[in-house]
């Protein structure tokens, strides 16, 4: 799977504790994040890591067999006499499917400039280019439950009633794309963001609406789409912070088939019509109870329709409780569990176990740098046999094995 970006920015996961900010924007100076490592497997090969894959995410400690950086600056490009101020940022990022990053090629992930401090925005920011924008995950799946990233401009935060008005448009799929056949693959669609949020409805308790409308510019036989997420953000619980979501897409406001990782917010492709759904409930909770104690708890079900294909519903739970026996000494245990039904065949199911000890900045949950070690166990029915054995960076090598065990070591720091 191609690149999998973790959560807002990476300078707002530092505080992921905090309630999801939708808006974190990029602070002067230089930021970034990486993730790399190595590893091996039961089957004597490179590091095997267990997933299902289709329309599902898996969970990630001691389950990742890529390596992904990305890295970049923001600067203060101009101060008015006025009081505002003109930012540029700009970041690269690289990815490789394998442990080493070889030859992997640098890409542009945010080229864009934005403006703070205008008076007419009663404190909102006016923006255009290439940027991240509201991408809020479950860190666990390091699933973007939306992700809104793209190339256009937009006003963020401006101040309506009780809550806050953010506006963006982009181009995605940029140009219309045929395969061998000549046939249409990938069709180009503009796209309409609007999101109101920071909305109080509760004691510490926020919600926010955020919708994407999807306008095809392929021809005939594409469809318009939309997309429709409710997000109910509750602070200071346990230490932590949880949020509970529901989504639905249709057609390409379902995210399938889009540029990256069929992400919700974004383009699908335009070729799906009104009859492919996608409706996804779920509920994550951070908690830091103690300052040596702190657990992540995800539960999820995600129902994929369409008259082609026919019904899945993808469920998930999931656990990571962390306990540090010193402020650089963590101990991690993650446990997950999915299930798929597919139509006219027996579900498939995967569960995977991760013990990972870890040198780390600090006790926390999400303090990061930390440098693992770590031990994977997957276990699967005989119905997912072939998605593990598809889904594997290193191939069919479990043949019709229904269980798994990897090692290694992973790195992994945001700054």
């Known amino acids: 799977m191609k690149i999998i970006m973790l959560a807002a920015i990476p300078a707002a996961l530092a505080m992921a504790l905090a309630p999801v900010s939708a808006f974190a924007g990029d602070e002067p100076g230089f930021h970034g994040y990486l993730r790399a490592g190595a590893g091996s497997s039961s089957v004597k090969g490179p590091q095997s890591c267990y997933g299902l894959g289709g329309n599902t995410m898996k969970y ?3 389950n990742e067999c890529d390596a992904y950086g990305e890295f970049g600056y923001t600067q203060a490009l101009v101060k008015t006499d006025n009081g505002v101020t003109f930012l540029g ?12 990053f070889g030859d992997a090629k640098l890409g542009i992930a945010k080229a864009y400039v934005e403006a703070r401090g205008l008076d007419f925005l009663n404190g909102g920011t006016a923006w255009m280019g290439k940027r991240y924008y509201y991408r809020p995950d479950i860190h666990m799946l390091d699933l973007q439950y939306i992700n809104m990233n ?3 401009a937009g006003i963020d935060q401006y101040p309506v009633g009780p809550g806050k008005l953010s506006y963006a448009f982009f181009k995605d799929n940029d140009i219309n794309q045929t395969n061998a056949a000549g046939v249409l693959s990938a069709a180009s669609a503009t796209r309409q963001n609007l999101i109101y949020g920071d909305i109080p409805v509760n004691p510490d308790g926020t919600l926010d ?6 306008t095809a510019q392929g021809g005939s036989d594409t469809h318009n789409g939309y997309q429709v997420t409710l ?10 912070n949880n949020v509970f979501g529901v989504q639905y897409g249709v057609g390409p406001g379902t995210g399938v088939g889009g540029a990256c990782c069929d992400r ?16 996804r409930i779920f509920n994550d909770l951070a908690i830091q109870p103690s300052t040596n104690f702190g657990m992540e708890f995800v539960a999820l079900a995600q129902r994929d329709k369409s ?6 519903t993808w469920t998930s739970l999931g656990v990571r409780p962390v306990y540090a026996v010193h402020k650089n000494v963590k101990l991690a245990l993650e446990l997950g569990t999915d299930r798929v039904t597919v139509p ?13 000890p870890s040198i780390s900045a600090g006790p926390g949950l999400f303090d990061r740098p930390e440098l693992r070690a770590f031990a994977t166990y997957g276990k699967w029915n005989d119905a997912a046999t072939s998605a593990v054995n598809a889904n594997n960076n290193s191939g069919p090598v479990y043949g019709s094995r229904t269980s798994g065990f990897s090692y290694g070591v992973q790195l992994e720091t945001w700054f």
Do not use: E
């Not at 006219?344 to 990972?356: C, D, E, H, V, W």
């Open 60 to 62: 990630r400690l001691g």
């Open 89 to 100: 940022t700009i970041w690269a990022d690289v990815f490789s499917p394998k442990s080493d």
């Open 150 to 152: 793209g190339t256009g």
């Open 209 to 214: 609406v955020a919708t994407s409308l999807i």
């Open 231 to 240: 997000l109910h953000k509750q602070a200071k619980v346990m230490g932590g």
């Open 264 to 279: 919700i917010g974004a383009s699908g492709s335009t070729l799906l019509g009104s009859d492919v759904t996608r409706t």
């Open 307 to 312: 008259d082609a294909n026919g019904s899945s």
């Open 344 to 356: 006219n065949g027996p579900a498939m199911r995967l569960t995977k176990i991760t013990f990972a």
